[in-house]
């Protein structure tokens, strides 16, 4: 395998840049720099290109395989110029056996060397990511291997339990227990109901990870613009008394008590023959459905046609001029709604469990209607213990996919995509 090079730091003037080396010949490489340095040490060594001094760095070595790749790896904390960075790079590439690494590569090679399993992959590509405090306590869960070591608990039963029935089936006339249909029953038990919760869970994780929507609708200068503007805390959307100026969905990202929420400030429902802003209308009545949370502005007349879902937050609007709830011009009610709003979210996310991505739940649901299937047999056919132990394997393989053992080859260019170079 080739030894790969790249930046791990932001380009860019810093105080401290870090350039990564992995591969068979990091270790070589880092002699053609420098004087060597002790496996699992940190020193300070002069950086040269022959008798040319490149820069002072703290270089760090960590042999195989206890390294992120699993491979020899050399770290150089350089001083973070771009100067610097540029002819330490310059001079890696004149290297033999040496490459830049290409988006992921350093990830990669730590789930083909078994460093990381696949969720691990996508929990580090959403630590990366992450903007708020939910998203990052996330990320470092999958990333920390909990939706691993929960899948291995899984698959332990499992393999427990095809176990005992291909012993029925291969050892008859052995010494072997004449009813293995209890254990397997109370495995398949064990196995379904938390299999369930973390499929039911995904919903919430993608929503935690990639953000909820809150839609703001009502009638025309019901005062949605206002408060969009308020929530948000600047001028994101034009404010005006003419009715109608809000044409298209317009959307403010926000981090609402750690959770990342995006605003929507739609068009006003009305019948209009203005062409342009009956799409916006049809918009704002697709984008405010699809919403997690909607906040409806009403009048002391009602909140027109607008059907309202469990959750949604229904309030009268200007209350500075009518016996209201809310005035988003004034200030009042806006904290109120804040705190409800982060209340209500934060239900929302506390039912996300560890699998986070629809690649995860499409496993699960495949192990589940394996799983399922089997306990009908075991009830309805028990003599057909190869179909019963197909059934269960069939779930060992959904579970082994989920973790990235097998049948994944289609996903891995679309996941290190992502990746930037260095990680």
């Not at 090079?5 to 860019?12: E, M, P």
């Not at 060594?45 to 040319?52: A, F, H, M, P, S």
């Not at 009403?298 to 609007?317: E, H, K, N, R, W």
Request: aromatic share 4%; with cysteine.
């Amino acid at each position: 395998m080739d030894t790969i090079f790249a930046l791990a730091t932001a380009r860019g003037r810093s105080g401290v840049a870090v350039i990564r080396i992995s591969g068979p010949d990091a270790f070589l490489a880092l002699s053609s720099l420098c004087d060597p340095v002790q496996p699992r040490q940190a020193a300070l060594r002069v950086l040269k290109n022959g008798g040319e001094v490149l820069d002072q760095a703290l270089v760090l070595t960590f042999p195989a395989p206890g390294s992120f790749t699993g491979e020899d790896v050399v770290e150089l904390q350089t001083h973070g110029s771009v100067a610097v960075i540029d002819a330490v790079l310059s001079v890696l590439a004149t290297l033999p056996n040496l490459r830049p690494a290409e988006a992921g590569e350093f990830t990669r090679r730590a789930l083909e060397n078994n460093r990381l399993d696949l969720a691990q992959v996508e929990g580090l590509s959403d630590l990366v990511e992450a903007e708020t405090e939910a998203q990052r306590r996330q990320a470092f869960r999958i990333f920390s291997g909990e939706l691993g070591v929960q899948t291995a608990e899984w698959r332990t039963c499992l393999v427990r339990a095809a176990a005992l029935l291909e012993a029925t089936i291969d050892f008859v006339d052995e010494d072997v227990p004449v009813d293995v249909y209890p254990e397997v029953r109370g495995l398949l038990n064990s196995v379904l109901p938390t299999l369930r919760l973390h499929a039911d869970g995904v919903r919430a994780a993608e929503r935690v990870r990639d953000g909820f929507e809150v839609a703001i609708v009502g009638a025309p200068n019901v005062g949605k613009s206002t408060l969009l503007n308020a929530l948000a805390g600047r001028e994101a959307a034009i404010t005006s008394e003419v009715a109608g100026t809000t044409r298209d969905v317009i959307e403010v990202r926000m981090d609402l008590g750690g959770l990342p929420v995006t605003l929507l400030d739609t068009a006003g429902l009305r019948e209009t023959d203005d062409m342009v802003e009956a799409i916006g209308v049809q918009r704002a009545r697709e984008r405010a459905k699809a919403a997690d949370l909607r906040i409806v502005l009403t009048t002391p007349d009602g909140q027109g046609d607008f059907a309202t879902m469990p959750d949604d937050v229904v309030l009268i609007s200007k209350s500075d001029v009518v016996r209201g709830d809310i005035s988003a011009k004034s200030g009042q009610g806006v904290d109120a709604l804040m705190n409800r709003l982060q209340k209500t979210l934060a239900s929302k996310a506390s039912k996300a469990g560890l699998a986070t991505r629809q690649r995860h739940l499409n496993a699960m649901r495949i192990a589940i209607q394996a799983l399922e299937s089997a306990q009908d047999r075991l009830t309805t056919a028990p003599e057909l213990a190869e179909l019963i132990a197909e059934d269960i394997r069939t779930g060992i393989r959904a579970l082994d996919i989920l973790l990235g053992r097998v049948d994944v080859e289609d996903v891995l260019d679309e996941i290190f995509s992502s990746f930037c170079i260095g990680k």
